[in-house]
């Protein structure tokens, strides 16, 4: 059978593996389902053109037990993006950005400041978050809020009434960030995430 349009455009992508890390006490004890790792699947296979391969984990807020699921899925399983969720505030359990600067090899400040930045768009609350983002070798690590509406929210940035973007998400920059740290192409869907790269780093148009 011959590939169709759009998979022979998917295959012309470069492979993408994602980690993926729901941080919870209670979902991973399963008194609720959780919530973290669909939103974050669903929303990535929307804004990603690549072929997506994903590696999930959900687990207890252990600071340890965090720092070793995100060395796994990097230097282990090779994931080029690992993306957390939950964890992030200020109470006693909350220590998925500690546990996510235990593995860094540098630290990218932007990020976590541009997400409290959005996030104020929203709830004043936004300024306890503590979101960190680092580098590990060469994949990026981004901790992200433990809701839907957020994680959305931070990706995508804000919209006005009539759907447009009037402030761009942080996933804006992830594309050009992992170029720039030895990772594969990452192509967005600009209805959903319109990435920025300097046109020297831009890929002609096939």
Not at 88 to 105: I, K, N, Q, S, Y
Not at 106 to 115: C, H, Q, V
């Amino acid at each position: 059978m011959n590939p169709t349009t759009s998979e022979t455009q998917t295959a012309a992508f470069d492979a993408l593996h994602i980690g993926l890390v729901s941080v919870s006490d209670r979902a991973s004890s399963g008194v609720y389902a959780d919530q973290g790792l669909p939103a974050l699947r669903e929303w990535l296979s929307r804004a990603l053109r690549n072929p997506l391969r994903f590696t999930q984990r959900l687990i207890p807020d252990e600071r340890e037990e965090i720092s070793q699921t995100l060395r796994e899925l990097v230097d282990d399983l090779g994931c080029h993006l690992v993306l957390t969720t939950g964890g992030t505030g200020p109470a006693v359990r909350d220590v998925t950005p500690e546990a996510t600067m235990d593995v860094a090899d540098r630290l990218m400040p932007g990020f976590g400041e541009e997400m409290r930045r959005i996030s104020l768009n929203f709830v004043p609350t936004a300024i306890l978050s503590r979101q960190v983002a680092v580098i590990r070798n060469a994949s990026l690590i981004l901790n992200l809020p433990g809701q839907p509406k957020s994680i959305r929210e931070t990706l995508e940035g804000v919209r006005n009434a009539e759907e447009a973007v009037t402030v761009r998400g942080v996933f804006a920059a992830v594309p050009y960030c992992v170029d720039l740290i030895g990772g594969p192409y990452l192509e967005c869907d600009p209805a959903v995430c319109d990435a920025f790269r300097p046109k020297s780093a831009q890929r002609p148009k096939s």
